[in-house]
């Protein structure tokens, strides 16, 4: 395994600049989600690594050796594509062994039959080496193109939307098996993917893209509950967030929220609230950032209830006519027309400035 550095990089289409000047640190034996809309520079990205389009400016290295002028076959990378590439002629145990008898150096037979088989225990596709491509199942043939990319041990893999082909139930179960993967390997792993719910099941660190530049490089943790703009804010997540534009206002030790039509009471006051008063605000509110409250609160009626598994998205509007969503558990009894009491929770208030960026409250 290695690191993978990105220094300044730039890529442009003619007049169309698809990466914008990217520093990007990823340390060995990481698990990185290239994250982002399409055309957002995460796929760009992937292919400058991997050789396939060359840096118009900037520095690429993996581990200690820059990369720029090296060919795709030297830079002892594996990548794993969408639509996994497997050759149909070929029985399973031939797909993974492939890299190793397509080298100019063919790798003795003893040791390919041992690394195929050990590659493939890992996986649990053992007893599918004599299969055909067309005799597995699309999990199946994820995990075989898994093991042609694992069987040449490479310093880095590249997989590029592996999972997009299968079907929702069966992508969780990617999802935790590629994570379990990685665990057992321990190998660095950059993932292109525009799913967000695989970026943070799955990562040790999300990197978050939007119109060729980087937003936000962290944790799923920082990029869900700490985002660094509101574009981050809005893309990561089940649901878009509500933006409200406001002023911030302290009022007997009470954080209130006011909007064009409403005037909405945060209750305690976050740590960083001193940081707002007196200014033009927008503020962002999930579902999971309001709770049903007895009394008090914000008072509104309630338009729609949406069941989500095992929760329930609560649609409510305010007095001011300002429209509201709150997740409650599926266990909760609530009509349209019923008239509730909400309350923001203060650590999940989200707040950004003037230009998008985030303002701590924490």
Known sequence: MSSVHFTGVTKRFGAVEALSDLNLHVEEGEFVSLLGPSGSGKSTTLNLLAGLLD????????????????????????????????????????????????????????????????????????????????ELSGGQQQRVALGRAMVRDPKVFLLDEPLSNLDARLRIRMRRDLKALHDRIGSTIIYVTHDQAEAMS???????????????????????NRPANVFVANFVGEREILLLDGEARIVDDTLQ???????????????????????????GLRAESLRIAEAGGIEARVTEVEPAGPDIIVFARTLGGLDLACRVDAATRIERGAHIHLAIIPERLLAFDEKGVAIDLH
């Open 202 to 224: 799955m990562s040790t660190r999300i990197a978050v893209f939007d119109k060729g530049r980087l937003q936000q490089f962290a944790t799923p943790f920082e990029i869900y």
């Open 257 to 283: 929220i006011a909007t064009a039509n409403d005037t909405l009471s945060v209750g305690r006051v976050p740590p960083g609230a001193a940081r707002l008063t007196g200014r033009r605000v927008t503020f």
């Open 55 to 134: 840096a118009d400016d900037g520095e690429i290295a993996i581990g200690e050796r820059v990369v720029n002028d090296v060919s795709p076959d030297k830079r002892d990378i594996a990548m794993v594509f969408q639509s996994y590439a497997l050759y149909p002629h070929m029985t399973v145990f031939e797909n993974i062994a492939f890299p190793l008898r397509a080298r100019r150096r063919r790798v003795p037979r003893a040791e390919v039959e041992e690394r195929v088989t050990a590659v493939a225990a890992i996986l649990g596709v053992e007893a599918l080496l004599h299969r055909y491509p067309k």
